[in-house]
């Protein structure tokens, strides 16, 4: 038995101190101190021993285990460093190449100005509330008092789906449905997309984005809305800007205004930009009509408001001098980049 020790150890030695790989290294680790490893099967059989031999053997047994543990070690540390130097070697890290660009993508300029208006009006306070692009007529038009034979009803200027469903064409039916399920006070700004027959050209595009406003509560007169309008102007365009009111007429609102904004390039005294009359149009607003109110179950007796509305296109045209709206609905990359 002790003979069968001293081979298990010589034989494991010879082997162990060839071995420059991992694997090799493992399988004979096994081979020899595995559950059915050579060691383990003699020491299974010290059981046959007399009481005299077996601590003899069982001491040596133990110290073949511990030579062939601690053989096993140090080849073991070999072999990993070889590997490391091996890889280290292949993996020549070459810092002279060029980087690998990645590309940062960005906002569109569309949702860029929408977002900055967006701003504006949180900080005042206003909710953004949102509806579908897809409306009902009673939305779209009805709610909001527009007579049977408006114009705008008719098919040469809005999408009809249905005799009762149509393309939105304004951002206006959202109020609507906000003041029926919302009690005042209101205060919400509404962007999205609104959909027009119009042909294609350098000013129209039958999609286009409009934010629309809407404040109700107790006493809110024409001068909370000229105020915030012109709070609005001066934060999109800048301080010095000014704003103005012309009468106007829509059927949601009594009275009625388009607004322009001093020109944001010649500060009012005449440029290309404002085709020399040193204002700029933006947007139509007025005092909520009180049929609308009424429409929505808000007393007009009790209640008041103001709304407004203005097309993202031609306010991000303006402000970027782009002059044909196609290109913001082309994107071509080299256009959008530049914002
Ligand atoms: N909905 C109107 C339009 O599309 C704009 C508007 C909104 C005017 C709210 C007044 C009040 O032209």
Redesign the pocket.
Known sequence: MEQRLRGILEDAMAEMSGITDGRTLEEARVRYLGKKGRLTEVLRGMGALGADERPVIGKLANEVREKIEAMFGSVAEKVEKAALAEKLGKEKLDVTIPGRRRKIGKKHPLTQAIEEMEEIFIGLGYEIAEGPEIETVYHNFDALNTEENHPSRDEQDTFYISDNVVLRT?T?PVQIRVMKSTPPPIRIICPGRVYRADTVDATHSPVFH?I?GLVIDKGVTMGDLIGTLRLFAKNLFGEKTEIRLRPHH?P??EP?AEVDVSCWVCEGTGCRVCKGEGWIEIL???MVHPNVLKACGIDPEEYSGF???MGVERAAMGRHNISDMRLLFENDLRFLSQF
Do not use: N, P
């Open positions: 304004q206006s409009q629309e829509f949601f609102t009625s139509g607003a007025g709304a407004f509305g």
